[in-house]
């Protein structure tokens, strides 16, 4: 339980008598980067206001660092560091500037832990500069630092990469993926950008309709060699459904089968032991491709073709 840094408990959420969260159940690790992704309506954003406190929970709870944003809201939510989209800062101050005024609204924020985040984020040299003339790589450097400043132990952030280009995505991800290994933040990201969370993320759940459909390993920016080497396979057999129940009962793998074609995921090693199995079981082999599968496969073999906030 002390390496839990966030909790969500049977958390619903209804409008009306509509029930539009239904009963979430996850923990987030401290030093962990966890990514959320759904499509368009799944209730990414409604859970993180809810998580932050921004909406009340028809049902549940959320545990920050085991204290209840219910009962006691004020510790709770003290853990906590959000940005959502775009950070807000005063163009015409300095960075500086900035997050002396934020670090004045809050007790106990030294100079020194302004020096800190700053480092952290890599702004020693712009920090001097007036906020106006910051690319938007910056200003998202600079709102992280800004919800840094109290020490948070998560760090929630939606579409931290939105509007970036190329460099500024990469940027931001260095300073995530450091954040989480040198603060032991617990870091939530939701994003839209599927290729940026598998590089990103250790961990993602994805959310269909209100429901978390599913939390795994991704392969992140240090991938062990299990999940370097896993491979999704398609093959055309036939009869499918003896061939579904050979590779539960012979490998321990589950798939899923779709219009004469079996779905699933192994390491590039074992294609040929299963080909043999089959065919030694009397399951016809017409085709066998595999490729190597990306949270994009992943995310679609759950959700369906859908269109993604």
Request: proline fraction near 4%; charged fraction near 25%.
């Amino acid at each position: 339980m002390s390496n839990v840094a966030m909790e969500l408990q049977d958390v619903r959420k209804s409008i009306g008598n509509k029930e539009i969260i239904k009963g979430l159940n996850f923990s987030i690790h401290k030093g962990e980067v966890f990514g959320f992704i759904g499509p368009n309506g799944a209730g990414k954003t409604t859970t993180i206001r809810m998580m932050v406190g921004l909406m009340q929970l028809s049902q549940g709870d959320v545990l920050i660092q085991g204290k209840s944003i219910k009962h006691d809201f004020k510790n709770a939510i003290r853990e906590v560091g959000a940005i959502v989209e775009n950070p807000e800062m005063y163009p015409f101050m300095t960075g500086w500037q900035n997050l002396m005024h934020y670090a004045r609204m809050i007790p106990g924020i030294t100079k020194e832990r302004v020096k800190e985040v700053i480092a952290l984020v890599g702004l020693e040299k712009p920090i001097k500069e007036k906020v106006g003339k910051y690319s938007l790589g910056m200003r998202q450097r600079l709102g992280i630092a800004q919800a840094l400043l109290h020490k948070p132990s998560i760090l929630i952030l939606d579409e931290p990469t939105n509007g970036l280009d190329p460099a500024g995505i990469r940027e931001v991800r260095q300073y995530i993926r450091r954040l989480a290994a040198e603060e032991n933040v617990a870091v939530i990201i939701s994003s839209h950008l599927l290729s940026e969370i598998e590089l990103m993320c250790d961990r993602i759940g994805i959310i269909k309709n209100g429901e978390l459909i599913a939390t795994q390993t991704v392969q992140g920016s240090t991938p062990t060699e299990e999940q370097a080497t896993l491979t999704q396979v398609h093959m055309e057999v036939s009869p499918l459904n003896l061939a579904v129940e050979a590779l539960k009962t012979n490998f321990a793998i589950d798939a899923t089968s779709k219009e004469a074609m079996l779905h699933f995921q192994t390491e590039k090693e074992k294609i040929p032991d299963i080909v043999r199995s089959f065919v030694q079981n009397d399951i016809a082999v017409y085709q066998v491709n595999s490729s190597k599968s990306t949270l994009e496969d992943k995310f679609f073999d759950l959700i369906g073709e859908n269109t993604i906030e």
